[in-house]
């Protein structure tokens, strides 16, 4: 793990909020990273695949279905993650994400799925 990765992984606003997202949740699939960033697939797949390559988050299958979690192998980030998540909570911003991801995983998981499935025929 280079320090200097994981600056530039955590460099990224998104990239930054899906990090938020995941201190608040100890796992998230991706589908409910997709709905809370309101992105396309492709480009949460993206946004993940820097923070896995940077060693911030760990993955597991489930199906066709992606869980993302913080990496346990970064306990010498803890500390700065510490700080990391006090400095954010100052950001109205990302207190929005709170309330949102609050509803955003009140509903399971193959719902939200299926919703999205949905509106991908309809663009």
């Known amino acids: 793990m280079s320090l200097t990765n994981t ?6 606003r ?9 201190f608040q949740r100890e796992e998230l699939c991706a589908c409910q990273l997709i709905e ?8 949460a797949s993206r ?18 279905w992606v869980h993302y979690r913080l990496s346990q192998e970064t306990v010498e980030l803890n500390s700065m993650f510490k700080w990391l998540e ?3 909570k100052n950001d109205f ?11 955003i995983t009140s509903c ?8 999205q499935r949905e509106q991908a025929c309809c663009t």
């Not at 998104?14 to 995941?22: D, I």
């Not at 399971?108 to 919703?115: A, C, I, S």
């Open 14 to 22: 998104n990239r930054l909020r899906m990090v938020h997202a995941l």
């Open 47 to 64: 946004h993940m695949s820097i923070l896995f390559q940077a060693g911030i988050v760990e993955s597991r299958k489930d199906g066709r």
């Open 7 to 12: 600056f530039k992984a955590l460099g990224d």
């Open 93 to 103: 911003s990302f207190r929005e994400d709170i309330k949102k991801l609050s509803q």
């Open 86 to 88: 006090v400095e954010i």
């Open 36 to 43: 809370l960033l309101e992105v396309s697939g492709a480009t």
């Open 108 to 115: 399971e998981p193959d719902e939200l799925r299926k919703k």
